[in-house]
């Protein structure tokens, strides 16, 4: 009895350890977009029997959940030789030795496996993207080391989630989750630019990109402004385009006044205010976009007719 119980825990610290390894709080940023692209794609589930819903759910968020784990920890090992050399990250599970490459290595193949499995049960565009997106969900990883684009790759890595959800749903591309897919870009590539401003001198020290190392803090905060901005617009003309009326017009609002603070009043030399910050600001517009969506489909919009 003893004996199993000790099992169990080191079961249970192991899982936690792999958890903290891919950041999985961080899920909250891309799956309201998803969830809100595959409410839509499903017209509020107009017509379909609750299993059905459930099955496509539970394949939605299986797909969402293993994309991401094998994106993170395949970025841990990526990243794992520069971890260790910056202070702020040496403390990590690869560099600190909490968990063994092989596992992580083992990690990334059974989520991606996971991933391409939960697809084949989608549909078969869904299945026939599997494998391709996943490989492109691994190659941002690298982009740091060639270009200071890094951060809008991350973006649109990210913002794929949307369409994948409405693809999951429908079985074909549309404009609409594409809006959304840019929409999510340009605000995580944002966000990416100021959180990388805490790495700006040991960046340049290792001969890695970003846009604080090319361009420096003050000029890197005011691109990423310029993102943030732009998405704004693009979030204007989201709504314009498809008539998703006063629901839609307060979501902007709310994410302009989330922006104003970002840029204005948070400390970018304080790294734990930024963490914060940064966790919270994501889930809120996250969370703003789903619940905006989901109120337009309720209050009468409709997919039909949609491109």
Not at 112 to 121: E, S
Not at 176 to 187: D, V
Not at 220 to 241: P, T
């Amino acid at each position: 009895m003893i004996y199993r119980q000790i099992g169990k825990d080191i079961m249970l610290k192991k899982i936690l350890e792999f958890g903290h390894l891919v950041r999985f709080s961080h899920t909250l940023f891309a799956m309201p977009f998803a969830l809100a692209s595959m409410w839509v794609a499903a017209n509020g589930f107009e017509g379909m029997s609750f299993l059905e819903i459930l099955k496509i759910v539970l394949l939605i968020v299986g797909c969402m959940v293993t994309a991401r784990n094998g994106a993170m920890s395949f970025n841990r090992l990526a990243d794992a030789d520069f971890d260790a050399k910056n202070p702020r990250t040496a403390s990590r599970h690869l560099p600190a030795g909490k968990i063994k490459k092989k596992s992580v290595i083992a990690f990334v193949i059974v989520n991606g496996v996971l991933f391409i499995t939960f697809a084949y049960f989608l549909n078969f565009l869904a299945f026939a993207f599997a494998l391709p997106v996943f490989l492109l969900l691994l190659s941002y990883s690298f982009w740091k080391r060639f270009s200071f684009l890094c951060h809008w790759y991350l973006g649109f890595a990210i913002g794929m989630s949307p369409l994948g959800a409405w693809i999951a749903v429908r079985g074909e591309f549309s404009l609409f989750p594409i809006f959304m897919s840019i929409i999510l870009a340009l605000w995580m590539g944002g966000f990416d630019i100021i959180y990388a401003t805490q790495d700006e001198k040991i960046d340049k020290d290792m001969g890695l990109h970003s846009v604080p190392a090319k361009f420096g803090r003050v000029k890197a905060l005011r691109i990423a402004l310029a993102s943030h901005l732009l998405m704004l617009f693009v979030c204007a003309a989201f709504g314009y385009y498809y008539s998703l009326g006063i629901v839609w017009l307060v979501v902007v609002l709310l994410m302009t006044a989330s922006i104003i603070y970002i840029h204005l009043y948070r400390k970018t030399d304080d790294l734990d205010a930024m963490n914060r910050d940064f966790f919270l600001a994501n889930v809120l517009i996250s969370v703003l976009v789903m619940i905006g969506l989901i109120l337009w489909i309720t209050m009468g919009g409709t997919v039909y007719g949609l491109v």
